[in-house]
């Protein structure tokens, strides 16, 4: 077994905190294991549950969207978050359920090694970039933790509920874009008029 399959593993079989009580699967990640840009929601909703799989949901669809626009697709990033496991009726997450996976995501970000991180929505910039982080003034700004350059643009799910705040996140998509072209060599941006 490979360092990945290994942390996959262990992870499946996690029962660190009382949402291990109430999950249907543990939603590990998905996406590139070698992926220079990472992304990470706060938690998985009911069809990550079901599926065992981050962001499948409307919101993930959207985030398909979105990085489609700026010429990226899950095959070339890695998608988390911050807790595993479904939170009972898609609440956020508490802290100490934040805190008891916080060490599944820094072993996955050990591995990953990535040159960029994004925050989607307000949970994961708290815990990431900055306690005290307000997504609705911060976002699209850039922060850079332990040689990684960081950013949060709204969780799809609240574009969904606020379709109002696109154009800002259009805005922080553009802004990703062009740190992917600076910093990643090996992560290709299609156009896109490309073909999929």
């Known amino acids: ?38 992304f990470v929601g706060e938690g998985p909703g009911q069809n990550e549950d079901e599926q065992g799989v981050p962001f499948v949901g409307n919101a993930g669809r959207l985030l398909d969207d979105m990085l489609e626009m700026i010429g990226l697709d899950r095959s070339a990033v890695y998608i988390a978050n911050t807790v595993k496991c479904r939170p009972p009726r898609n609440r956020d997450p508490l802290n100490v359920e934040i805190a008891a996976c916080r060490g599944w995501l820094d072993r996955q970000m050990a591995l990953l090694r990535p040159k960029i991180l994004v925050c989607l929505g307000r949970i994961a910039a708290k815990e990431l970039i900055r306690e005290d982080f307000r997504i609705t003034v911060e976002h ?28 800002e996140a259009f805005e922080d998509m553009k802004s990703i874009q062009a740190k992917v072209r600076e910093l990643c060599s090996r992560t290709a941006l299609r156009s896109p008029h490309d073909p999929v």
């Open 140 to 167: 699209g700004q850039w922060f850079v933790r332990d040689g990684v350059q960081m950013t949060a643009t709204f969780h799809p799910s609240a574009l969904l509920r606020d379709p109002s705040k696109r154009p």
């Open 1 to 38: 077994m490979n360092e990945w399959e290994t942390l996959r593993s262990e992870c499946l079989q996690c029962y660190g905190c009382s949402l291990a009580q109430t999950r249907t699967n543990v939603v590990f990640g998905d996406g590139s294991e070698t992926a220079e840009v990472l």
